[in-house]
């Protein structure tokens, strides 16, 4: 039996990654094929090997991993706090209408205006370092995590409380066993909003002050016009996207769908 299960857990495997890789790979070959017949000069359109040798050339000399860094712990905190700060919010507003009327319309306000608006005030008020970088990713991804949570504790079923409340469950016990299951799988669609959003976040705080990360990579191609570093560095940030999606995928996988 578990030489079996063994098996299907390859083949599923196998069955998710396969067409991601075939994908992958007919992108990289459209993206050839559009640069070669359209006879595309490098600063406007560099091919995939331009873009592979000018990563390879940065690699070598020890600065790729060192800006790939900085970005990842600047996302990984500002989604860190973010969501923190959204699951704490969350509760209180999904439950009490009167605390939602006084709070929900200066959330929904501060989510009007633009992170590239508030992003250079926060390096004014912080200082052009890692902590007004690390708001600036918080603030992007707070929103979505608040309004998915808010959305999943709501959605309980009234006759489910009823019955926890006639086994004179205590407010912890019913969030716990009863409230928290349940929003899990809402929580979890807006973590995977906010994990590409964290990535944003970080990139905006380093296109305005920055001197290293992924952002600074992309803003130091774009004024030497450097093309393929631009390119890099897009997919550099497009890689950490996918993996914070991987990770809070596999940890649903586990948690919400046990």
Do not use: C, N
Request: charged fraction near 15%; avoid cysteine; charge should be positive.
């Amino acid at each position: 039996m578990h030489g079996k299960a063994t098996g299907w857990s390859t083949r599923i495997r196998a069955g998710i990654w396969l067409p991601r890789a075939g994908a992958a790979l007919l992108f990289v070959l459209l993206w050839s094929l559009v640069v070669r017949l359209g006879d595309y000069p490098p600063f406007i359109l560099p091919g995939p090997e331009r873009v592979a040798a000018r990563m390879w050339a940065l690699a070598a000399e020890g600065s790729l991993w060192r800006h790939w860094r900085a970005t990842a712990i600047e996302v990984g905190l500002g989604l860190g706090l973010g969501v923190t700060v959204g699951l704490i919010l969350a509760y209180p507003l999904a439950h009490w209408r009167l605390f939602e009327r006084m709070v929900a319309p200066y959330l929904v306000a501060s989510q009007a205006v633009p992170i590239v608006a508030i992003a250079p005030l926060l390096i004014i008020w912080f200082g052009p370092g890692l902590l007004a970088r690390v708001l600036v990713s918080a603030l992007i991804t707070f929103f979505p995590v608040l309004i998915a949570a808010i959305a999943g504790f709501r959605q309980v079923p009234p006759e489910w409380r009823e019955l926890f409340r006639s086994l004179q469950a205590t407010r912890w016990q019913t969030f716990w066993k009863l409230e928290w299951p349940a929003a899990l799988p809402m929580i979890f669609g807006g973590l995977k909003i906010g994990a590409t959003l964290s990535v944003i976040g970080a990139f905006v705080g380093e296109l305005i002050s920055a001197d290293q990360g992924i952002g600074f990579l992309i803003k130091q191609g774009q004024g030497l016009y450097d093309t393929p570093l631009v390119f890099g560095g897009i997919l550099l940030l497009a890689s950490q996207a996918l993996l914070l999606y991987g990770m809070i995928s596999a940890l649903e996988h586990r948690w919400a769908r046990r």
